[in-house]
């Protein structure tokens, strides 16, 4: 069988490790789900597809136990064998989602018991035991409990209509809005178990950059039958709303959210899609960005617009995603304090079942970007993160940058906002402000190419995105290690090998791109390869030369007082740390400063020649990702490898684009030669 990735991390092949594999069968020779319900009879199936790939024989899920020992799946409502076991205390403690995985003697038999509160907890439950067998841990004594941190886990897809993706790479989108809703295409199941095996729990359909389409009986037909689909792998849908809509649809004069019309306009048209949908998750909303109508265009606010559609959601149980990237061209200001000078004077105004949806950073995406100044400055709001896991900035669906460390860094920035200690991650999940809320969204890679993403490791960011989005303490080694022995193997010559080459590679794509906290020197409007002289364009702020500042003097944005002052927009703290160019970490540096040429870095090297370093760096840490593949040929089936060998080269080629192209033109500005010892650009 040709290995071609479509199956993922999923790969229900025979255990190779002999004694595993022994314990595996003793204890799991007899399964048991008790009950029926969608939600449980895809656990059945996916334990009977699993164990039989991995246990290497037929194993058929029963309703009683008849062997010594068994795997029992269920909860104290559908399961007799479950209740019996008086695992309530235990279960307290897991909620909704959570599950125990319990190795458990009762009246002589041994269980090996997946317990949860809800079937969707069974289900979770059932793909952390099955992470367990593909990674082939040790099963005899489990006393797991576990549940999620975040309570939205959330792709949103940029997919339009036409099934062109806005900044995909692997294709055309998945949902094939011609053929439903009457043809369901396994991809759509296969989705939906890959996303629940790492705990989402919600997918946002379409573009932000949004069609009122969608909203039309024709299209919520489709979207229903999508509906369909996800609802027995706990996964709710959501749909962009376009704010024009009641102008568009309802051949309304206005779409201002505090006229009545309008908002009649919206119940109707919520009222209608929960006809369709009886669990429709709610709206995400993309208003006044990049041209997209909104509660502005009225002179009314952002919570104007989001509280409109909050009201006539909020009796079906629907939330609004309200997103908070905004810029404008008629704002003069540094766009880093867009958002910010916009939304937080609005912190108070939102309905309950409002979450603000902020992007990582304040500019867009970037390879690196510090945590977003909103986070921890709206305490009274649920602010949502909205990761990117499509490279839009990083190489697109050529180049291998596993995203984990990135993720992780801004989730463990410490914002101060009430002391030490108030991280992103505990802004985001709630539990800084005390909010029934949370949630993460993630802006998916997934496209209609036989293996999803393109690039076989852009499979390792949607993995990571929804492993930490349910456990962001979760260590980005951990996870690699996870991803690599399902989706390759547990041999102990590949796992570290390719962990390393994972670990180091967003690092990689900084240093070859946007190093010491240079940002959006890309291609005009691409995004793929270097385009750092890009001037004259509509906006300034669609320039690279508006971020990079190169003179003959220096390089770097001055985000401190001396400059645009976003800087004030953080915490005292924080600021007290970055203001100081001796105190900044090295990586924001020309984020936050312009930076003399001759300024001596902590290597004791000049800035100029530190970027020189630190561009060759990125290239030499692709190499070194090449030959570590290549010493893994044999060891990755062919097809997998050639494709990934294949994409490095071109990761390398790129590399070198970047290096030269930035250097060479930073070397108008400051006019010192390229280190003696370094290669010359070409
Ligand atoms: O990153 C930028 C992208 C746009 C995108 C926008 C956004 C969907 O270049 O393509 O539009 O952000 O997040 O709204």
Redesign the pocket.
């Known amino acids: 069988q040709a290995e071609d990735g479509y199956r993922l991390w999923q790969r229900y092949d025979l255990v190779q490790d002999k004694e595993r594999l022994q314990q595996y069968r003793k204890s799991l020779g007899q399964v048991v789900v008790q009950g029926a319900s969608p939600t449980l009879t895809v656990v059945k199936e996916e334990l009977e597809m699993a164990l039989t790939g991995l246990l290497g024989s037929k194993v058929a899920v029963s309703g009683a136990v008849s062997k010594k020992a068994a795997l029992v799946a269920g909860t104290p409502a559908t399961s007799s064998l479950v209740k019996d076991l008086s695992l309530e205390p235990q279960l307290k403690e897991v909620g909704q989602e959570g599950f125990l995985l319990l190795s458990q003697k009762h009246k002589g038999k041994s269980y090996t018991v997946i317990a949860a509160n809800t079937e969707k907890g069974v289900l979770y439950g059932t793909f952390h035991l099955l992470r367990l067998l593909k990674t082939q841990q040790d099963i005899q004594n489990l006393k797991v409990s576990n549940s999620p941190k975040t309570k939205l886990r959330i792709l949103n897809h940029?997919d339009n209509l036409d099934r062109t993706v806005?900044?995909g790479y692997a294709g055309f989108s998945i949902w094939d809005w011609h053929k439903l809703p009457d043809y369901i295409d396994q991809r759509y199941l296969d989705y939906a178990r890959a996303n629940a095996s790492i705990g989402i729990n919600g997918t946002v359909l379409t573009?932000?950059?949004a069609n009122s389409l969608v909203l039309t009986p024709e299209y919520l037909k489709k979207v229903k039958a999508l509906a369909d689909v996800f609802r027995p792998y706990g996964i709710k849908v959501y749909l962009t709303a376009r704010f024009s809509s009641p102008i568009e649809l309802g051949k309304l004069k206005t779409a201002d959210p505090l006229n009545p019309e309008v908002k009649e306009w919206w119940k109707n048209k919520v009222n209608e899609i929960y006809t369709y949908v009886p669990d429709f998750g709610g709206f995400t909303v993309?208003a006044n960005?990049?041209g997209q109508p909104g509660p502005q265009n009225y002179n009314r606010s952002h919570a104007d617009g989001a509280n409109m559609l909050a009201e006539v959601l909020a009796p079906k149980g629907g939330i609004v995603m309200w997103?908070a990237?905004v810029y404008d061209n008629n704002v003069p200001d540094d766009r880093h304090k867009q958002a910010y000078t916009e939304f937080k004077p609005l912190d108070g105004t939102f309905k309950g079942n409002v979450m603000v949806q902020v992007?990582n950073g304040a500019i867009?995406?970037q390879p690196r970007e510090p945590f977003h100044p909103l986070f921890g400055a709206m305490p009274k709001t649920p602010l949502m993160m909205?990761f990117?896991i499509t490279q839009?900035?990083l190489g697109q669906g050529t180049h291998l940058a596993y995203l984990a460390p990135m993720f992780k860094e801004t989730l463990e920035a410490d914002t101060y906002a009430k002391g030490k200690g108030s991280t992103v991650a505990k802004v985001v999940d709630g539990s800084l402000d005390r909010h029934p809320i949370s949630g993460m969204a993630g802006?998916a890679n997934i496209g209609n190419d036989i293996n999803w993403t393109s690039h076989p490791f852009g499979q390792a960011n949607w993995y990571a995105f929804g492993r930490l989005a349910w456990d962001y303490d979760l260590t980005s080694e951990a996870i690699a290690d996870e991803w690599i022995k399902m989706t390759f193997s547990s041999s102990p010559s590949l796992v570290p090998a390719v962990r390393k080459m994972m670990m180091g590679s967003r690092e990689a794509v900084v240093n070859y791109m946007t190093p010491m906290g240079l940002h959006h020197l890309m291609g005009w409007s691409h995004?793929y390869g270097p385009g750092p002289w890009i001037k004259d364009k509509p906006r300034a702020d669609w320039t690279s030369v508006y971020y990079h500042r190169a003179t003959e003097k220096g390089i770097g944005f001055d985000r401190t007082k001396t400059g645009s002052n976003a800087l004030s927009q953080y915490a005292p703290e924080v600021q007290a740390q970055w203001q100081n160019p001796a105190t900044c970490p090295e990586e924001f540096l020309l984020w936050f400063h312009h930076v003399a040429w001759d300024a001596k870095t902590k290597s004791g090297r000049t800035l100029w020649d530190e970027l020189c370093y630190r561009y060759s760096g990125g290239v030499d840490s692709v190499r070194t990702m090449q030959k570590t593949w290549d010493s893994l040929a044999g060891q990755v089936d062919k097809e997998r490898h050639h494709q990934v060998k294949q994409y490095l080269a071109i990761q390398e080629k790129d590399a070198r684009w970047w290096r030269d192209a930035c250097l060479l033109y930073f070397q108008t500005f400051s006019k010192r030669p390229i280190p003696q010892e370094l290669e010359k650009p070409q």
């Open positions: 940029w806005e900044r573009n932000v950059n993309k960005s990049e997103r990237f992007k867009d995406f909205e990117q839009e900035y802006v995004h």
